[in-house]
């Protein structure tokens, strides 16, 4: 029985190494395919510069709750001023021959009143925080559509490179098509991160447009 049991296994072994072999093969050729764009930025880098420039990230919305529970004890400074004449005229004749006298008293009132208010109610429950978490749900909602398109981007743009390698089109129409299609996700890549995505490609020695 262990006579029978040895060729048994392998065989096995054999079928398994002879199938595993091409599959093997191919995957090194993809890998070897993907290096070749090693000198790009990755997905992450793309990610977390696409929402910088978009000012989405975490210090603004720190910023904001920090703005919001601040609020609460700062008071609300008023300031007035007033300004008050009064004008006390008295005219006096002396003698029918003699000049007519006036006396005039003015009296100048200036006021400056300056006042600090603070609203207890904000100190337990301030109402800028309802304000603070509406432009959160806006800034997770732009977040989450950033991130969507410039991982759709990204990867349409990396699939027409793997392509325009291993399955370039035959005429030379569709190849003009899919370089402009090329260029056009390179564009909108850099429109979404400032121009970072053409500036490392040229860091790296490499034409971003070509």
Not at 59 to 73: D, E, H, K, M
Not at 95 to 101: E, F, R
Not at 110 to 121: C, D, I, P, V
Not at 169 to 176: F, G, V
Request: hydrophobic content about 40%; proline content about 4%; some cysteine.
């Amino acid at each position: 029985m262990k006579h029978l049991m040895i060729p048994v296994l392998f065989l096995f072994m054999v079928c398994t190494l002879i199938e595993s072999s091409p599959r093997a093969q191919s995957n090194a050729e993809a890998m070897r395919v993907l290096k070749r764009f090693k000198h790009e930025p990755n997905i992450r880098e793309m990610q977390k510069k696409a929402l910088s420039y978009a000012l989405v990230n975490q210090n603004r919305i720190r910023g904001l709750f920090a703005r919001a529970s601040v609020s609460g004890w700062l008071p609300r400074f008023r300031a007035r001023y007033q300004y008050n004449s009064e004008d006390d005229r008295s005219t006096s004749f002396p003698t029918p021959t003699s000049a007519i006298l006036t006396d005039q008293d003015t009296d100048l009132d200036h006021r400056l009143e300056f006042r600090l208010e603070w609203n207890l109610s904000d100190l337990i429950f301030n109402r800028n925080e309802l304000s603070v978490y509406k432009e959160l749900k806006k800034l997770v909602e732009l977040r989450t559509d950033i991130l969507k398109e410039i991982t759709k981007l990204y990867f349409e743009r990396r699939r027409l490179q793997v392509d325009l390698i291993l399955a370039p089109p035959r005429s030379l129409l569709n190849r003009i098509r899919r370089i402009l299609r090329l260029q056009e996700l390179t564009a909108d890549l850099d429109g979404l991160t400032g121009g970072h995505f053409s500036r490392r490609l040229k860091s790296a020695g490499h034409d971003p447009y070509k």
